[in-house]
């Protein structure tokens, strides 16, 4: 990428402490402490300088953790709704879409803004690294980091359910440094996880880290820097369905930047996140009032996820309790936590397509469908501004007329597979 970039100066800090140190390396926890926490980024920028389109997402630098810049990014694009907006009787509805779009310029390939993560995390990563990156994926996450890492030649290692394999669909053959492995049907995002468990014991293997990786969450909090640098404030409401929450997290993070760069108001946005009946651990602990998830049958849950169409909303285990966690940033913004059914969301998804023009993915389908509830109930006002986070979409869009290749699994382990055999045959995928 030939244009002027200088890498990001920023120090951690721990939530549940306050202490704040260097970042040493592919930190993710804080040093020397052993209560639970996340870690933040603190930018020495404190007022935002967004960048050319030409920089992608890297136009947002400035609040990202990253020491280089990788190639063929795209930033999420906000826009005033007009036919939602005038079929929902709001005044200051804004979309922020992340996807295929290029009629407004929406340019990410994957159509998800798991782009978001993957191009921040990447990023983050020092240019001569060798080490293999470990990422746990329900999906869409996968698919991103697959083409950021094979377009950039990074070595990655996806661990993805077998019954999400077809959300692993690209326009060209990716690079050998990408592997899959995969947990036979019947897991879920949870066994997945546990297989980046095991292989980030071995040598070399790197945990991409979910939401305790601030890259990841401060990528993520790009959607958010998308929607006040477009509207020139912070929103009041924001909407967005949830798996981990990590999303929700990020827009908190990225609002509490926003308040102290000063020029943007000082409200703090509602989170308003929602997830897919009859898979809502997040709404069961929310709504119990507990600070932490509540415990619940796996196997139930597992049936519960082969039910929902949102598959990437299927997080058994979201930092939900942890400092600086969901929990807080929700009693910290204030909002709620929704549900929408399978027909609803899918009722959503096609009147948002026909009002404004583009399809979108279930998840964010549930995400409409919960703005839609919300203003049926008469909780918004008409003038009450909203941020409304389309987190996929364009893909219908985007495979037409194209070929698709789609990425295979080198291996397929059982549930609860043993633990030394996983670890062996992983490292052999990477023996010369």
Known sequence: ??????????????????????????????????????????????????????????????????????????????????????????????????????????????????????????????????????????????????????????????????????????????????????????????????????????????????????????????????????????PDYYFQAVGSGTGAIAAWEANLRLIEDGRFGNNKMKLMVSQNIPFHPIYNAWKAGSEQMLPFDEDEARRQVEEINAKVLSNRKPPYGIAGGLYDAMKDSGGDVLLADNEQAESASVMFKVLEGIDIHPASAVAVSSLIQYVAAGKLTMDDLVMLNITGGGEERFKHDKELFYLKPSLIFDVNPDPDAVKSKIAGLYMA
């Open 1 to 234: 990428m030939n244009i002027p970039f200088e890498k990001t100066r920023y120090t951690l800090r721990s939530i549940a402490s306050g202490k704040s140190f260097d970042d040493t390396g592919w930190l993710l926890e804080a040093p020397g402490e052993n209560n639970p926490t996340l870690i933040r980024a603190e930018y020495d920028k404190k007022q935002l300088e967004v960048k050319s389109d030409d920089y992608g997402l890297y136009k947002f630098a400035d609040w990202l953790p990253i020491h280089r810049m990788l190639h063929g990014s795209s930033a999420p694009v906000t826009f005033k709704s007009k036919a939602l907006a005038g079929e929902l009787g709001l005044n200051n509805l804004y979309i922020t879409f992340s996807g295929y779009w290029p009629e407004i310029g929406a340019g990410m390939k994957t159509c998800s803004f798991k782009e978001t993560e993957a191009y921040s995390v990447c990023g983050r990563l020092e240019p001569n690294d060798d080490h293999i990156l470990v990422v746990a994926s329900a999906g869409n996450t996968a698919r991103s980091f697959a083409r950021v890492c094979s377009d950039n030649n990074i070595n990655l290692l996806l661990c993805v359910p077998e019954d999400n394999l077809d959300a692993l669909w690209f326009d060209t053959p990716l690079n050998d440094c990408v592997k899959l492995v995969a947990s036979r049907k019947g897991g879920d995002y949870f066994d997945a996880i546990h297989l980046s468990n095991l292989a980030v014991e071995i040598d070399r293997f790197i945990p991409e880290g979910g939401a305790k990786n601030v890259a990841r969450r401060d990528g993520m909090g790009t959607t958010v820097l998308s929607a006040v640098t477009e509207i020139g404030k912070i």
